[in-house]
């Protein structure tokens, strides 16, 4: 018998059914993955399930004393209290008595009467063993039972729910969106503990790895329809392809017949007098039909506006060094970063990602070592608690800031047709942005970012809350995106398909240069001791190797001169070619006698030819 059964269950939040006919059983041991697109219904399936919304129709049966634990996807207002409060709230009354018994034993003044009466409670109910589960979960998540919960940030206060839901160890465990804001640790510790559980696990993701690794099942909900495919996600693509195939073949055939009945129905007085009325009901009956179907929600359409090129070098640092309170956070750091270099900053919550990239943009400086940024850069920022949206404006207001067309490469778009490629309604355009959901806030972030033109795109966690389609999309972009990118982000498929090298924070300061992914990031750092660390990235690239290397030869005091002037001969020549190359691209260019074009286009391959040369010889004395 299943844990819990819905039959037929419809819910709408006005307009079509959100959720239509739904029929889905949930048994033991399962792990099921629910997908869909971004307001397809899935948190709100999760609350139906939970009990905390009521259905329109139908119902749901669930098992006698069945416990039921959710995590939210935004942080519930009320709570308050310790962390250990908090978590401990996830074991009911029992859970309040170990709350005050941590309390009490931790008071500066004891009170012996009281801390008898509270253990003699959780001794009655078995309850040591809950207080051990409690402290294992604090200990696995790194939380500090002792933490105000209502000082931590966003972040840390989903860490603490997700403790509390899974410390309710219930017969049903409901989790949207587990892994935002974890690092990969976490994920990884998240994963096998869920590998483990015994009762029926309902998770939603945009973690594709996490998706991949722990469903035995997959239900997707698609224009109210709720479809449940048995299998990993592997087999749920290859049936999904068969499905769209078939329903587009459906679709047209049915088309097809509706256009030659309108034909007819068109036809003369004379076939009129003639026509077959149960024909004519069944076109009415089709009209009806074609007027109910729901079309597949389009995708994304998404294209960064890009700046002029910046200089070839990008940032370079040479023995940086920085930290907070004594803690050191960057230390003894040394990597140049070239135009067209895509990064991802990979560690743990806390190990100094962030601050890195303030110390590469100039928001800090470091305490030894320098940092040299290169010419013409502009820059464009994507902050994962989205605090570049302004709460008292509309999404319309945040892209336009006032203009009424964007500017995209030259293509020239209304800004309502421009938010309609972020799947964004002109009515959606204009609602309150506190009315959108996570993966409408992003989506909104990118359409923002993505109207700002730049060629260095900073992106701290830009995977949170997006379906796979849209995610799909944005790699595709990045992809093709012709500028320097820095990424942060905790999503290993992401990571694979994105960047070209990996920094990754050990947490006391160090940082290692891995060329690749994640997955080549992490094969490298697995290597012997006897090998090198760190791989070496092609001398062609001009990136030197945070690895040990050979000591450096000694320069001649000439040779030294010279490697000392390059850095200022290499921003001249940038900026000749830059000059040279934006004559070349105005209308009017052309238009010049051809001596004139030819001389010109001879000056800019000169510089360019003296520019590579600077590079060259730059490598050659610094290497």
Not at 12 to 23: H, N, T
Not at 57 to 62: A, E, K, L, M, S
Not at 131 to 150: G, I, N, W, Y
Not at 606 to 615: C, P, V
Request: charged residues 30%; proline residues 3%; hydrophobic residues 40%.
């Amino acid at each position: 018998m299943p844990l819990l059964s819905l039959n037929n269950l419809d819910f709408s939040i006005g307009g079509p059914l959100l959720l239509e006919k739904v029929c889905l059983n949930l048994d033991k041991g399962e792990r099921i993955a629910l997908i869909g697109r971004n307001g397809a219904g899935k948190s709100t399936l999760l609350k139906l399930i939970a009990g905390e919304l009521q259905a329109d129709d139908g119902g749901i049966v669930r098992e006698e004393g069945l416990k039921i634990a959710r995590l939210e996807q935004e942080v519930p207002d009320g709570l308050h209290g310790t962390i250990f409060d908090v978590v401990a709230t996830g074991l009911g009354a029992l859970g309040d008595d170990l709350a005050l018994y941590h309390h009490l034993s931790h008071a500066a003044e004891f009170d012996g009467d009281a801390l008898a009466e509270v253990q003699g409670r959780i001794e009655a109910a078995g309850g040591w063993n809950l207080e051990q589960q409690v402290s294992t979960a604090l200990e696995r998540m790194a939380l500090d039972p002792e933490l105000d919960f209502a000082a931590l940030s966003g972040g840390m206060k989903r860490r603490v729910l997700l403790a509390r839901a899974l410390v309710a160890q219930p017969d049903v465990l409901l989790l949207d969106e587990p892994t935002n804001h974890l690092d990969i640790e976490a994920i990884d510790w998240l994963e096998k503990t869920l590998l483990q559980w015994e009762g029926c696990l309902l998770f939603i993701t945009h973690d594709r790895r996490f998706l991949k690794n722990l469903a035995t099942r997959i239900v997707e909900i698609d224009r109210g329809a709720v479809t449940s495919w048995p299998g990993d996600w592997g087999n749920y693509q290859r049936r999904l392809a068969e499905r769209q195939n078939d329903e587009a073949q459906n679709s047209a055939r049915f088309d097809k017949l509706l256009a030659q009945e309108e034909v007819w129905i068109r036809q003369g007085i004379k076939a009129r007098r003639t026509r077959d009325e149960g024909r004519v009901r069944r076109l009415e009956a089709m009209r009806r039909e074609r007027a109910q179907r729901r079309e597949a929600t389009g995708n994304v359409k998404m294209q960064a506006a890009q700046a002029e090129n910046s200089g070839k070098r990008v940032f370079d640092v040479k023995d940086m060094s920085f930290g907070y309170d004594g803690k050191p956070l960057v230390r003894d750091f040394s990597t140049r970063v070239l135009r067209g270099d895509r990064i991802a900053l990979i560690g743990p919550n806390g190990a100094g990602k962030s601050t890195l990239i303030k110390l590469l943009l100039g928001q800090l400086s470091p305490e030894q070592g320098t940092v040299e940024q290169g010419t013409r850069l502009q820059v464009a920022y994507f902050d994962q608690y989205r605090n570049t949206l302004r709460e008292d404006w509309n999404a319309l207001d945040n892209v336009s800031e006032g203009r009424e067309f964007i500017d995209i490469n030259g293509s020239r778009k209304h800004v309502l047709g421009y938010l309609q490629d972020f799947l964004f309604s002109p009515e959606r355009s204009r609602a309150p942005i506190t009315r959108l959901s996570g993966g409408e806030r992003n989506r909104l972030l990118l359409a923002k970012l993505f109207a700002q033109p730049s060629n260095v795109l900073v992106m701290d966690e830009p995977t949170n809350d997006l379906d796979v389609e849209t995610l799909e999309l944005l790699e595709e972009l990045l992809d093709d995106y012709t500028g320097t990118l820095l990424l942060v982000s905790h999503d290993r498929d992401f990571i694979d398909a994105v960047a070209t090298s990996c920094l990754m924070f050990s947490g006391d300061g160090r940082i290692e240069e891995y060329v690749g992914g994640y997955s080549d990031a992490l094969r490298q750092s697995r290597r012997p001791a006897s090998k090198p660390a760190v791989a070496v990235k092609p001398a062609s690239e001009g990136k030197p190797s945070t690895a040990s290397e050979p000591a450096k030869k000694k320069l001649s005091y000439k040779d030294a001169r010279e490697l000392e002037g390059l850095p200022q001969k290499i921003e001249q020549l940038e900026s000749r070619v830059g000059t040279l190359t934006e004559r070349m691209q105005q209308a009017d260019f052309y238009t010049q006698p051809a001596d004139r074009i030819t001389a010109h286009t001879r000056d800019l391959e000169i510089a360019q030819a003296e520019l590579d040369a600077a590079y060259a010889r730059w490598a050659e004395l610094d290497g």
